[in-house]
């Protein structure tokens, strides 16, 4: 899952949600230093995605863009699953999309000293430009795979994948739909026995 998962599957507690959001700017155990509920933030974010990785729905969204994408399929898929949650917005939240991604934004702010570097640079363009709220947006949509591609200085390709989004939408939809709703299930039982 993208970043607008990781954060709604972090269940309002903002420490669990700063370890969520930083987890894949962490290796190893470089943690060690970092308050506790977010390490526990960490932890949830590797076990939602070692969950969504092995899981049959989100390997039959993956297997579709294999052939074109090859291994960038699985960070294609988290980024359409985050563009579904953002559109689909209301039914996982009563708070807008908007303000719920301006609280997130405020609360990067307030604990901008416990970020690591990587989310410090990135977080002025993140907030600058709301790529969160976005997602819900083709354009937006557009936009993260451009710049996924210019990471990969172009071999990936990615930015090709907004064809494959709206060749597929129905099906991406319907597999994120019911993928989702069996990842809120596992990421609240793993959130309690943190």
Known sequence: MNFLAHIYLSFGDDEITIGNFIADSIRGNKYKHLPEQVQKGIFL???IDT???AHPTVRRSTKRLHKNYSHYSGIIVDIFY???????W???STITLENYVANFYNL????YTILPDGVKKMMPYMIADNWIFNYSKIEGITKVLDGMNRRTKNKSKMNFAIVDL???YEAFENEFTSFFDELIVFSKEKYISL
């Open 90 to 92: 209301d039914k996982y």
């Open 108 to 111: 990067l702010k307030e604990n």
């Open 45 to 47: 974010h590797r076990a």
């Open 51 to 53: 969950f969504t990785d």
């Open 166 to 168: 709206e060749k597929h």
């Open 82 to 88: 985050d563009h579904y949650l953002a559109k689909n």
